[in-house]
């Protein structure tokens, strides 16, 4: 069974700190994404890569940065929290060329 | 990236089909259609994808208006499971990076 796994589904961070949230996928997929669920704004996406070391922005990359140095793991990074990025974060992977994307369950970061 | 418009919320009584309407006016030539729903505390999932014919599969029916300016997910006989948000992407299968770009989605209610 395909899986993206996200490492935590929930987490409570205070302003400032520096939080990182990890992906993994078993699926051996070039492309991972990150997005964020905020109520009445859909999914909105962060960041996204397409290979290892490989990464591009996307609609709201301020105050995130991400890391990928290995192909099963992409990582999305708070550089200092703030209570603006308290949202449901959701990371996904697919196979270029592929039809299907495979999201995680979610982790919903609290920041206080 | 091409946009979607999506209704915010629709509603339907179970065993009866739905029809998800979507606009996509800004669509490009090589920009295929996506459906993928979003469960109650779940990440998204494919539902079904298109280019210029109508599709089907075990899930749902795809039908796309002949200038692609629009397009319709059907659900043949709708469940209280079938309740979620329903979100229609473009998806450019040509730039080689690829990136699903969600809109605000449809939430879909299933009255028993």
């Known amino acids: 069974d395909v899986k993206v796994t996200q490492s935590s589904r929930y987490l409570v961070k205070r302003t400032g700190e520096k939080v990182f949230l990890e992906c993994v996928q078993d699926m051996d997929h070039e492309n991972m994404f990150w997005y964020r669920q905020d109520p009445g704004l859909g999914l909105r996406l962060i960041y996204f890569?397409?290979?290892?070391?490989?990464?591009e922005k996307g609609d709201i990359p301020e105050g995130y940065s991400v890391s990928r140095e290995k192909k099963e793991r992409f990582s999305l990074i708070l550089e200092s929290a703030s209570t603006n990025q308290t949202s449901m974060y959701l990371c996904a992977s697919f196979e270029g060329g592929s039809t299907e994307a495979f999201f995680g369950q979610g982790t919903r970061l609290t920041v206080v | 990236d091409a946009k979607t418009t999506q209704p915010n919320s629709m509603e339907s009584n179970e065993e009866e089909p739905v029809h998800l309407p979507c606009n996509h006016s800004t669509i490009s030539g090589t920009d295929y259609i996506h459906w993928y729903r979003q469960l109650p505390s779940q990440g998204p999932e494919y539902v079904i994808h298109g280019l210029t014919s109508n599709v089907n599969n075990r899930m749902a029916s795809l039908a796309i208006a002949e200038d692609r300016k629009s397009s319709t997910l059907i659900l043949h006989r709708a469940t209280l499971r079938d309740a979620a948000v329903y979100y229609c992407i473009l998806r450019d299968e040509t730039s080689g990076t690829y990136k699903y770009i969600f809109g605000t989605g449809t939430r879909l209610k299933v009255l028993a």
């Open positions: 890569s397409y290979d290892v070391k490989m990464k």
